[in-house]
């Protein structure tokens, strides 16, 4: 059995779980997010999308229903005991299986929540779901509950969260050399992928970004590669993975001379984020540290060239995104607190003179000053 934390971590975490389902009066919880049933019980797998449950009842019973090519998987990689397998055929309905199992562990007429909100549950099976169980019982969406009790890390988790950002420093370590005029973006990518994983880390819940010139403008993946300039911006947002843990990092690094526009950006950017540092305390909220951010650009004339989120919490995220609730955007009324891991990153794209600057690492909350989990400093990178 493949585990990455003790039998003692994961009976913690379903008690954890029961109080809230009995604070909320809950019989069973329906877990459909691949990043509840890994942390929950330790499965790992992919392809969720092709409808798998995990359900919870009350007294911390569990049982998996899922797919036959996840079935090994399952054993192998987590603490359950209890999986049942539907089948793949023409005109099947898992949603049928699914009420099937709830009948089974007698639990008509109760009252379930479901997590609905979530790409482990497309809209399609979330109407097939429904279907099934309007008349089953008392449904109720309990869409976030293993979401926030995910957004504290326990010790054990802060350690693969450690081992993540010294992952994302080896990347970007193997970067800056291959960063220069006539420099490749697709042996970048390759040298920074490839650290990770000789690191002994994983593949991120999303591509790694990159891009340069007019690209660098972009804060999403694209395909296609091309070579630096003499003078020239590259924007990363990359990340350290490491047990599905991510610590992720954003940088815009430069080759050649600085313009002043380049430098004016920097300046705001590395401003910004040590503002945030300031705020993100317990006392405070993240919306405060939005807040933060944007008087900063506000009063440097930048408010149009910057996004309306500057960071969100990270852990254990898989496939599409390794973005995590909540997310610093305005008048998010959700508490800092202690032991949470958070990427903060400032991101200016000027359009006009197309000059991008980008800068953002991962934290840890402490019961005073945030701790930043990366070895580099904040200055300016030019190569």
């Not at 877990?31 to 911390?60: H, I, N, P, R």
């Not at 919306?287 to 149009?304: I, N, P, S, W, Y």
Request: one cysteine or more; proline letters at 3%.
């Amino acid at each position: 059995m493949a585990l990455h934390f003790e039998r003692t971590e994961f009976d913690a975490r379903r008690d954890r779980l029961a109080i809230e389902m009995a604070a909320k009066k809950l019989d069973a919880i329906l877990l459909f997010a691949q990043e509840s049933m890994y942390w929950l019980t330790g499965y790992d797998t992919f392809g969720f999308c092709f409808f798998q449950c995990l359900v919870m009842k009350a007294d911390g019973s569990m049982v998996l229903l899922t797919r036959s090519a996840d079935l090994r998987q399952a054993r192998h990689t987590s603490t359950l005991e209890n999986i049942v397998v539907w089948t793949d055929r023409e005109g099947a309905n898992p949603a049928l299986d699914l009420r099937n199992l709830l009948n089974d562990l007698d639990l008509l007429g109760r009252r379930i929540g479901v997590e609905y909100d979530t790409h482990g549950l497309t809209a399609f099976n979330g109407r097939r779901v429904d279907e099934q169980l309007q008349t089953f019982g008392q449904i109720v969406d309990a869409s976030g509950i293993v979401g926030r009790l995910r957004l504290f890390k326990s010790p054990a988790e802060v350690k693969k969260a450690e081992k993540a950002a010294s992952l994302a420093d080896d990347a970007l370590d193997a970067a800056l050399p291959l960063i220069r005029q006539g420099g490749d973006e697709a042996a970048i990518l390759a040298a920074m992928q490839g650290a990770v994983f000789a690191g002994g880390g994983d593949y991120p819940a999303n591509e790694f970004i990159i891009g340069s010139g007019p690209d660098a403008l972009l804060c999403r993946y694209k395909a296609g590669r091309r070579k630096l300039t003499k003078n020239d911006q590259l924007t990363l947002e990359w990340a350290g993975v490491f047990h599905h843990y991510h610590a992720p990092m954003m940088r815009t690094v430069l080759t050649g001379k600085t313009g002043k526009r380049h430098q004016e950006l920097f300046d705001a950017c590395k401003e910004a984020l040590q503002a945030v540092e300031k705020a993100m305390i317990p006392g405070k909220t993240f919306g405060d540290v939005f807040d933060a951010h944007a008087r900063v650009f506000e009063a440097r004339g930048l408010t149009r060239h910057r996004l309306n989120a500057c960071g969100y919490s990270v852990g254990a995220r898989f496939t599409p995104s390794w973005m995590d609730m909540p997310m610093f955007y305005q008048g998010n009324p959700e508490p800092i607190a202690p032991d949470m891991t958070l990427f903060a990153h400032m991101i200016i794209m000027d359009s006009e003179s197309e000059t991008a600057m980008t800068l953002g690492r991962t934290y840890l909350t402490t019961e005073a000053a945030p701790r930043a989990l990366s070895r580099h400093d904040l200055d300016l990178i030019v190569q």
